[in-house]
T-cell receptor
Framework: AQTVTQSQPEMSVQEAETVTLSCTYD???????LFWYKQPPSRQMILVIR??????QNATENRFSVNFQKAAKSFSLKISDSQLGDTAMYFC??????????????FGKGTHLIIQP | NAGVMQNPRHLVRRRGQEARLRCSPM?????VYWYRQLPEEGLKFMVY????????ESGMPKERFSAEFPKEGPSILRIQQVVRGDSAAYFC??????????????FGPGTRLTVL
């Protein structure tokens, strides 16, 4: 079974700083997808960024980027120029490649990120 | 285009009662997923359904929990004889039908179940 581990329960940084959230996973699959989701106090799950395992290039979405190390099974999220609105729970998630659809996501326990003014 | 709808947003039940949670997928989506989030935890996959079919229920508790996605109407997650340990946020997500590549799951706002 796949597992996702987030070892940082909480992190706090000053506004405008750069912060990196860690995630490791375990799988025997070769093709899969990795995600970072944001859950603000409203509890709505918001997709931040997605990485396909077969792509060597790290995904980037504006201020958000990932460092995907497939051999090490590591998938960290870097937030540049952090903003107060980035304060939220961040979940790392895994989905195996099923070819014709999608399976249930496997989530880590989350990291509570606090951006201080 | 409305997103994934869940209702009710908050549900309070006494121990032993039944809870029914509803999920209307996004327009054009035929796949529905249910997840449970216990306090201070990440989301845990429960069940994956297509219209009139349960595809994967590996995350569903063996007793008291059931799910359906009828041909017409919303998907229903039903919890019979609720206990305090069922108190959690229940999220529904939906996606399009299978094709090559990834079909993104879009999440609803969740239903917060409190069992007294």
């Amino acid at each position: 079974a796949q597992t996702v581990t987030q070892s940082q329960p909480e992190m706090s940084v000053q506004e405008a700083e750069t912060v990196t959230l860690s995630c490791t996973y375990d799988t025997s699959e070769n093709n899969y997808y990795l995600f970072w989701y944001k859950q603000p106090p409203s509890r709505q799950m918001i997709l931040v960024i997605r990485q396909e395992a077969y792509k060597q290039q790290n995904a980037t979405e504006n201020r958000f980027s990932v460092n995907f190390q497939k051999a090490a099974k590591s998938f960290s999220l870097k937030i540049s120029d952090s903003q107060l609105g980035d304060t939220a729970m961040y979940f790392c998630a895994y989905n195996r490649y099923s070819g014709g659809g999608a399976d249930g996501l496997t989530f880590g326990k989350g990291t509570h990120l606090i951006i201080q003014p | 285009n409305a997103g994934v709808m869940q209702n009710p947003r908050h549900l309070v039940r006494r121990r032993g009662q039944e809870a029914r949670l509803r999920c209307s997928p996004m327009k054009g989506h035929s796949h529905v997923y249910w997840y449970r989030q216990l306090p201070e935890e990440g989301l845990k996959f429960m069940v994956y359904l297509q219209k009139e079919n349960i595809i994967d229920e590996s995350g569903m508790p063996k007793e008291r929990f059931s799910a359906e996605f009828p041909k017409e109407g919303p998907s229903i997650l039903r919890i019979q004889q609720v206990v305090r340990g069922d108190s959690a946020a229940y999220f529904c997500a939906s996606s399009t039908a299978g094709s090559q590549g990834y079909n993104e799951q879009f999440f609803g706002p969740g239903t917060r179940l409190t069992v007294l």
